[in-house]
């Protein structure tokens, strides 16, 4: 799942992208001027939406999926069974590296991540693609 077309989508992907795009409206990124809305379903079916929320001590800022795993953990949700970021611009606007780290916790080798913009979705990738050699929990099992 590199690169499906937008017709290879389900009805319940259209619908988390949907929500991270609907979620830039409520951002707060007036340093930056870069909203970032990010959307997760769990293992319930449930979706949660986060967004950046940046500071004027910048490297308190927090991002989009940041918030959204926040929702998802407080609604007793523990599992990422998909994610959609979005984003606007002419480049993907794809999970940053501590993002992505932050994703893997609660998400499958396999989990996909939609990346959109403000018309819609752009590009869908693995979680493994875009963080190979991952380490995760598993690490820590006894
Ligand atoms: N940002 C996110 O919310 N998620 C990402 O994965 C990449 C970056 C935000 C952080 C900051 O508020 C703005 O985008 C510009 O970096």
């Not at 606007?93 to 819609?120: S, V």
């Amino acid at each position: 799942m590199t690169q499906p077309s937008s017709l290879s989508l389900k009805d319940n992907d259209n619908a988390l992208i949907k929500a991270a795009i609907a979620a830039m409206a409520s951002a707060y990124a007036p340093y930056s001027g870069f909203s970032v809305g990010a959307a997760i379903r769990d293992e319930h079916g449930q979706i949660h939406t986060g967004v950046n929320v940046e500071n004027a001590a910048y490297p308190q800022g927090s991002c989009a999926e940041a918030g959204a795993i926040a929702a998802m953990i407080m609604a007793g949700g523990r599992q990422i069974t998909a994610i959609s970021v979005a984003g606007k611009g002419d480049l993907l606007c794809t999970p940053c590296g501590g993002c992505r780290q932050r994703i893997r916790e609660f998400a499958a080798l396999k989990t996909p991540i939609f990346i959109a913009d403000e018309n819609g979705f752009r590009q869908a990738f693995t979680l493994d693609t875009l963080l190979p050699h991952s380490f995760g929990p598993d690490h820590l099992e006894k």
